[in-house]
Each structure stands twice: as C-alpha cells, then as structure tokens.
Nanobody, 121 residues
C-alpha cells in the first residue's frame, strides 16, 4: 500500500506562486506520479504527470508554461511548482501514483488526501 501526503497549499494572490510537495511512504522509483485537482462543483481533472525517470512529462493545456512537475526519487518526493497563478486554479490538489509505466487516464492506483490551493483575485 502506497501512502501519499501532500503539503504546500495555501492562499495566494493572483500572479503569485506556490510549490506543492507530495511525500510517498514507499520508494517512488518505478511509479508514474501525477497531480490532479478538483474545484468546487467540478469533476477532478488532470494537471500534470511525470514518468518514473523524470523524462516523460505531460501537462494539461490549462497549466502549460505556468506549472512544472518534478520528482526526487532519492527522497520519495514529487513536486508541483505553480507560477502565475489564476483564480481558476483554485482547487484541492491531489497527488497520485500508478504502477504503469505511462497512463493517460484518471484511474490511478493510489491517491493522497489533497491540499487546498486558493487564488484570490
């Protein structure tokens, strides 16, 4: 069983930055890692994913050029650097892990509890 714990959320003004962290209870090496988010009244949506070796990376169009996903397998950590934040980025952000090498869906094997990000205008 993989446990994921997110941190780093908070309240920030539009145009500001936040860095989210995700700590895994097991070695992240070999896992596909991703960030998703869910805004009030909306379905959970994909934000970014990073392959086990950090080479394969994918972003949702809505965050390209503003968000950067990274991982440190030595520390069992995954990060999401969020710059130029907009009010529409307000959501609960979830870290997720999957045993597949790559996967374009939303049905990941393991999920964290989420961290709230609120962007004020």
């Amino acid at each position: 069983q993989v446990q994921l714990v997110e941190s780093g959320g908070g309240l920030v003004q539009a145009g500001g930055s936040l860095r989210l962290s995700c700590a895994a209870s097991v070695r992240t090496f070999g896992y596909l890692m991703a960030w998703f988010r869910q805004a009030p009244g909306k379905e959970r949506e994909f934000v970014a994913a990073i392959g086990w070796n950090g080479v394969n990376i994918n972003y949702a169009d809505s965050v390209k050029g503003r968000f950067t996903i990274s991982r440190d397998n030595a520390k069992n950590m995954v990060y999401l650097q969020m710059n130029s934040l907009k009010p529409e980025d307000t959501a609960i952000y979830y870290c997720a892990a999957d045993r597949r090498v790559w996967y374009d869906g939303n049905d990941y094997d393991y999920w964290g509890q989420g961290t709230q990000v609120t962007v004020s205008s």
